[in-house]
């Protein structure tokens, strides 16, 4: 029985997101299907680098996965996590 791979993400592709990407492409049930960024020189680099796709915002990215990792600055976890998917609880 074939099993089916895990679509992932990364977004924000610095020092540590460029870390995420590397383990993702080394496991074999997991399919890293893009990444993200702010800067569009490292988005480019990395996504040329690693044969993935880019992607402008983290929003057009999570409707193509089933996992992400946020490898953004802890402020911007939350604003990230909820995009696409989930209201802001606040109502703004």
């Keep these: 029985?074939?099993?089916?791979?895990?679509r992932v993400g990364v977004v924000g592709v610095g020092h540590l997101g460029e870390y995420h990407v590397q383990k993702y492409m080394a496991l074999p049930n997991v399919e890293l299907v893009g990444v993200v960024d702010t800067d569009p020189h490292r988005l480019n680099e990395i996504s040329e680098r690693y044969g993935v796709a880019s992607y402008g915002t983290h929003a057009d990215l999570l409707k193509h996965v089933e996992a992400l990792s946020l490898a953004v600055p802890t402020e911007k976890h939350f604003e990230v996590a909820r995009a696409?998917?989930?209201p802001d609880p606040t109502g703004a």
Aim: glycine content about 12%.
């Design 1 to 6: 029985m074939k099993q089916e791979r895990l």
């Design 84 to 86: 696409g998917r989930y």
